[in-house]
């Protein structure tokens, strides 16, 4: 089945980075879109970032726009997210999820996500 | 952008009875638009797509209706089960959210 495991979270002082990484699997990952959707502790859904299946097109929501960077690695079945800069108001729970079949911006497929506390 | 608005906030509902949860759009999404149901603890569920169509293995006691700017989420009868957040979310264009309305138990 699908599998969608993240890893590299933590705690963080405000302007520093982090790199989160999403391992795949059960399903092939270089046919599909994936997406980081963020959830800050008892807050709402926020999109992040897409990446296309080739990698060829990346998109930004306006609050990742100039920090964060997606990126994926087919051969390893892996999706990145490099965040610097980063501000108190980034902590949340970041989930990698896979595009639909139909559509790459429906999300069909989520991981668990990597818990990331940016504070001094 | 396309900001989309949930209502209510909150719902207070005992078990058994129909359920219905609002979701509007700041411009027409067509039929771009999906329901998710997250559970604490849990990650979001897709339960329905192109604003009527029941994702697998989802109860036929849920049904989506609506298109352009207006949607809606019916439950037709709540389950114990059925208690959680559902977001609505536009994909016509690059992703949104609205800011989910709470299930709770009356």
């Known amino acids: 089945q699908v599998q969608l495991v993240e890893s590299g979270g933590g705690v963080v002082q405000p302007g520093g980075s982090l790199t989160l990484s999403c391992a795949a699997s059960?399903?092939?990952?270089?046919?599909?879109?994936v997406h980081w959707v963020r959830q800050a502790p008892g807050k709402g859904l926020e999109w992040e970032a897409y990446?296309?299946?080739?990698?060829?097109?990346?998109v930004y929501a306006d609050s990742a726009k100039g920090r964060f960077t997606i990126s994926r690695d087919n051969s390893k079945n892996t999706l990145y997210l490099e965040m610097n800069s980063l501000r108190v108001e980034d902590t949340a729970v970041y989930h990698c999820?896979?595009?639909?079949?139909?559509?790459?911006?429906?999300?069909?497929?989520w991981g668990q996500g990597a818990l990331v506390i940016v504070s001094s | 952008e396309t900001v989309m608005t949930q209502s209510p906030a909150t719902l207070s509902v005992s078990p058994g009875e129909r359920v219905t949860l609002s979701c509007r759009a700041s411009?027409?999404?067509?039929?771009?638009l999906a329901w998710y149901q997250q559970k604490p603890g849990q990650t979001p569920r897709l339960l329905i797509y192109?604003?009527?169509t029941r994702a697998s293995g989802i109860p036929a006691r849920f049904s989506g209706s609506g298109s352009g700017t207006e949607f809606t989420l019916t439950i037709s009868s709540l389950q114990s089960e059925d208690f959680a957040v559902y977001y609505c979310?536009?994909?016509?264009?690059?992703?949104?959210f609205g800011g989910g309305t709470k299930v709770e138990i009356k």
């Open positions: 999820v896979k595009g639909a079949s139909g559509s790459n911006l429906l999300f069909d497929h």
């Open positions: 059960g399903f092939a990952f270089s046919d599909y879109g």
């Open positions: 990446i296309r299946s080739d990698g060829s097109k990346k």
């Open positions: 411009q027409s999404v067509s039929t771009d």
């Open positions: 192109g604003a009527s």
């Open positions: 979310q536009q994909y016509n264009n690059w992703p949104h």
